[in-house]
């Protein structure tokens, strides 16, 4: 039995940051380039500005999945953070481990 005392933070925010933007690029970029393909075939009306919409959709593939990288590592900082906090009190989670080259030296 093994116990999980602290989370390097650092780490967990280079991890978080690359997962995050790569599932943000896989979910807003095809929302991106709809808005601006839909965008297109929108009538022009006089309440509603559509040119703006292409627009959008350019800035909404770039920075969205950046600010989703980014705001799901900070989450995931805080998150570690006050677990290494509360691990140093209430001691970490306990994990039972199971090496595997040892197992196949028995059989």
Same mark, same amino acid.
């Given at each position: 039995?093994?116990?999980?005392? @602290?989370?390097?933070?650092?780490? =967990?925010?280079? +991890?978080? &940051?690359?997962?995050?933007?790569? #599932?943000?690029?896989? !979910?807003?970029?095809? #929302?991106?380039?709809?808005? @601006?393909? !839909? @965008?297109?075939?929108? *009538? ?9 919409? *292409?627009?959008?959709?350019? %800035?909404?593939? #770039?920075?969205?999945?950046? &600010?989703?990288? =980014?705001? $799901?590592? %900070? %989450?995931?900082? =805080?998150? =570690?953070?006050? +677990?290494?906090?509360? @691990?140093?009190?209430?001691? $970490?989670?306990?994990?039972? #481990? ?10």
């Amino acid at each position: 039995m093994y116990k999980l005392k @602290s989370i390097d933070i650092g780490s =967990v925010i280079i +991890y978080s &940051f690359l997962m995050y933007l790569i #599932l943000g690029l896989i !979910i807003f970029l095809p #929302l991106g380039l709809l808005v @601006s393909a !839909i @965008s297109t075939f929108l *009538p022009d009306t006089s309440d509603f500005d559509s040119t703006i919409l *292409p627009f959008f959709g350019g %800035v909404f593939i #770039l920075l969205i999945p950046i &600010f989703y990288a =980014v705001l $799901g590592s %900070v %989450v995931n900082a =805080v998150i =570690v953070l006050l +677990y290494n906090l509360i @691990s140093k009190k209430f001691g $970490g989670i306990k994990i039972e #481990l199971e090496n595997l080259d040892q197992i196949e030296s028995e059989q």
